[in-house]
C-alpha cells in the first residue's frame, strides 16, 4: 500500500491534476466535500459569429491596476527665442571647401636717398658723396680734405666737375621704380657712358653710397682695389666727413694710396 506523498509523487509523474478514489484508501488524507458534489452535464455552446474586427477602444486600466501618481519635477528645456534687432546683419559668407591662401604682399623698400659728384683729375675719375645734396664750394672743408688728397697723390689739385650731381631718386611722386636697384642701374649707367666718352685709368668711389651702387660694395672695402665690370680698376674710400670725422682713417687711406700711386703716374709720364 502506498502513503500518502508517494501516491501524490506518482499521479504528479502521471500529470494526474484531480482524481477521485473509488474505495477509501488506507492512510490517506480525508476528502474534500465538495469534489464529491454530481458534476453538471456540459452543453454544447454555439460557435461565435465572425464579424469585421473594429478598432478596438484602449482598455481601461482597472482601479486596482492604476497606480499611484507620483510627482515628478521634470527641467523644461530653455528655448532662445530670436528677436528682432534694429541693424539688419550681414549674411553670412559661404563656406568654401578650401580657401584660397593669403597672398602676403612683401614690404615695400623705400629708395635710397643719396647724392654723388662726378669730378676727373688727371687721368682719375672720382665719385664723391655729398653729405649735403650741395654742389662743392671753394671754401668747403670737405673740398679742401679733396684738394689736400689730390695733391699727395700727385693728381691735380683743381679737378674738374663733370655735369650736376646724381640725386636719388630721381622723382618725388610717380609710377617708376626707384628701389636700390633701380638706383644702381641708372648709377653704373651713368658711369659707363663717362668712361666711353673719356677712358680713366682708375675710378675713385669715395664714400659708401658711391661704392654701394657703383660697385656693389660695402664699407669692408675700404682702402681695397675693386674691379668693376666695364669700369675696370676702382679703389674704394670712406666719405670725405667720415675722414674728417675719424682722423685715424686718413692713414689707412695714405697707406693704400701709396700701393695704388704708381699705376695713374705711369700714365702721366
Known amino acids: 500500500m502506498l502513503n500518502e506523498p508517494r501516491r501524490r509523487a506518482y499521479l504528479t509523474a502521471m500529470q494526474v491534476v ?5 474505495t477509501e484508501l488506507p492512510f490517506a488524507a480525508p476528502s474534500r466535500p465538495e469534489l464529491l458534489a454530481p458534476i453538471a452535464p456540459m452543453m454544447d455552446e454555439p460557435a461565435p459569429a465572425v464579424q469585421a474586427q473594429a478598432p478596438r477602444a484602449p482598455e481601461r ?3 486596482a491596476a492604476m497606480a499611484t501618481p507620483v510627482a515628478r519635477t521634470v527641467e523644461r528645456p530653455k528655448i532662445d527665442i530670436p ?3 534694429s541693424t539688419p546683419k ?3 559668407k559661404p563656406v568654401q571647401e ?3 591662401a593669403p597672398v602676403v604682399k612683401a614690404p615695400a623698400t623705400p629708395p635710397p636717398r643719396f647724392a654723388l659728384q662726378l669730378l676727373r683729375a688727371g687721368n682719375c675719375l672720382l ?16 673740398y679742401l680734405l679733396l684738394k689736400d688728397m689730390l695733391r699727395a697723390a700727385g693728381l691735380p689739385d683743381s679737378p674738374q666737375i663733370i655735369g650736376e650731381p646724381v640725386r636719388w631718386p630721381l622723382l618725388v611722386r610717380g609710377q617708376m621704380d626707384q628701389g636700390p636697384d633701380a638706383a644702381r642701374d641708372f648709377v653704373q649707367g651713368f658711369l659707363y657712358a663717362r668712361v666711353e666718352e673719356q677712358p680713366c685709368v682708375c675710378l675713385w668711389l669715395i664714400g659708401l653710397p658711391a661704392l654701394r651702387f657703383a660697385a656693389e660694395a660695402d664699407a669692408e672695402a675700404y682702402n681695397r682695389e675693386l674691379q668693376v665690370d666695364g669700369l675696370g680698376l676702382a679703389w674704394a674710400l670712406p666719405g670725405l666727413e667720415l675722414l674728417m670725422d675719424e682722423p685715424q682713417r686718413k692713414a689707412e687711406a695714405w697707406r693704400a694710396m ?5 699705376r695713374w703716374k705711369t700714365e702721366n709720364e
Request: glycine residues 6%; proline residues 18%; hydrophobic residues 30%.
Open 83 to 85: 528677436r528682432p534687432s
Open 98 to 100: 578650401e580657401d584660397a
Open 90 to 92: 550681414p549674411a553670412p
Open 18 to 22: 484531480s482524481w477521485l478514489p473509488r
Open 258 to 262: 701709396r700701393q695704388l700711386m704708381g
Open 127 to 142: 665719385l664723391v658723396e655729398l653729405v649735403t645734396g650741395e654742389p662743392f664750394q671753394s671754401r668747403d672743408p670737405s
Open 61 to 63: 486600466e482597472s482601479p
